[in-house]
């Protein structure tokens, strides 16, 4: 006659914990317990934050790290939100939803370029439109944020080096992506690249709306499962040649159309659960 040995209480802990993540991974998008991290200047210093119900409360230490409260809030209203991250790298993907490629075929691997970290501006700051340029378009896109260094990723284990997402604009000088030896100019300018207005962890990254406003006018808006390459396959990809390190960013891609936006226009990105990434475009002193 055989017996079995109980379970030991450390062996059942390691079972219901994995049984847990396994039912994370597959909750609908919103429906994990979610963190608005933001960057705000107040009172004459820089720091992060979690957004709450209209409230910013002080973090020190390394988001990507330790960190803890300090114990000071602000009023949302109080403070000037930033770009949410300074990243060491700005990484983009190009050509990544089939409502974008028009009549171009469906590549075998992402296509990358990258932006500068110059480019990168935050919520309300103006995008400045070069002297020069006369085809200036938006592109709203849903923007990873690295938490942890990535190198040679399996695309299984990917989602475990992302420390959130939040919302980008791609903006592209068009008559100079097509003339251009490279895409230096056309989109990696200063202030081609805004960010904000927080990263947001625990959204499912591979469902999510993605709406892009002009004037108040909805010009593109479509759900990252529509991705060609989805979250996975971007940061494995990307891993195999440049490693990623905390805080810095893949723009995943645009969908459908694009127009061109001139000073004086308002263009909003929003990714659903991040908020509105606001910024009005202005000429060139």
Known sequence: MHTHRPRSRTTLLRLIAALLAVALLHLPAGAQSTTRYVRFA?????SYGILDAGTVRELRGDLFGTREPTGRTFRLDAVRLLAPVVPGKVIAVGLNFRSHLGTRPVAAEPGLFAKYPSSVV???????????SKNLHYEGEMVLVIGKRASHVRPEDALAHVFGVTAGNDVSERDWQASDLQWFRAKASDTF?????AIVTGLDPDDLLVQTRLNGEVVQSERTRDLIFDVRTIVSYVSRYVTLEPGDVIYTGTPQTTRAMKPGDIVEIEVEGVGVLRNRVVAAP
């Open 193 to 197: 690249g805004p960010l904000g207005p």
């Open 42 to 46: 107040a009172a004459g210093d820089t």
């Open 122 to 132: 935050g919520p309300e700051a103006a995008i400045v439109q070069p002297r020069g």
